[in-house]
């Protein structure tokens, strides 16, 4: 027989730590969800050369993102475009311009909102994947990710992480 108490472990509490974070954190939620879409969904697509041409496997992977942004409508998302090193910084800055907007637009010809995406950024030849100056289609590419609420959403507990919690549940096979 083991006396009363012995059994307890640091997961006691644990429930109850993350319901107060839900709570009283604006970004707690957000930040769970931003990391289960970037483990979930391909967050990163990428572009032939000197474009922002859309090829199959990129709308694929834009298809995926796009199923769970419409899961996730009380969330915002930001479109984040890339370079690789040729060519001169602005064209590149335009260039990402470019790509980020053609995501944008894409999502919306799948019925995502334009609200639903907070901000589209060119980062251009600033922040390459590889370090090299010669043509690499790694570099060339849009990242997606989660960057919080829509902005009429005042508190995060206002019924919408039950409403989340609920839909993970039902997908889950409950």
């Known amino acids: ?4 108490g012995t059994l307890i472990t640091k997961d006691v509490g644990r429930a109850t730590v993350h319901n107060l974070r839900v709570m ?8 769970i969800v931003a990391q289960e879409f970037s483990n979930k969904v391909p967050d990163m697509i990428n572009f032939d050369l ?17 199923r769970w942004i419409k899961k996730f409508p009380e969330l ?33 010809t799948l019925g995502i909102p334009r609200n639903s995406i907070e901000s589209v950024i060119s980062y251009g030849e600033e922040r390459p994947i590889i370090q090299t100056t010669d043509p ?8 997606t990710e989660v960057s919080g609420y829509v902005k009429t959403q005042k508190r ?10 609920y839909r993970k549940y039902v997908g889950s096979g409950g």
Do not use: W
Not at 24 to 31: A, E, L
Not at 136 to 143: A, C, D, H, P
Not at 156 to 165: H, I, P, T
């Open 1 to 4: 027989m083991t006396e009363a």
């Open 24 to 31: 009283t954190d604006q970004d707690y939620y957000s930040r």
């Open 50 to 66: 000197n474009s922002a041409a859309l090829d199959d496997t990129a709308k694929r992977i834009l298809d995926a993102q796009a």
């Open 76 to 108: 915002r998302y930001r479109v984040y475009g890339h370079t690789d090193l040729t060519g001169p910084a602005a064209h590149n800055k335009a260039l990402g311009l470019r790509r980020a907007q053609a995501v944008v637009r894409y999502f919306e």
């Open 136 to 143: 690499e289609r790694r570099n060339r590419r849009t990242v």
């Open 156 to 165: 995060v507990f206002d019924g919408q992480y039950s409403v989340g919690a």
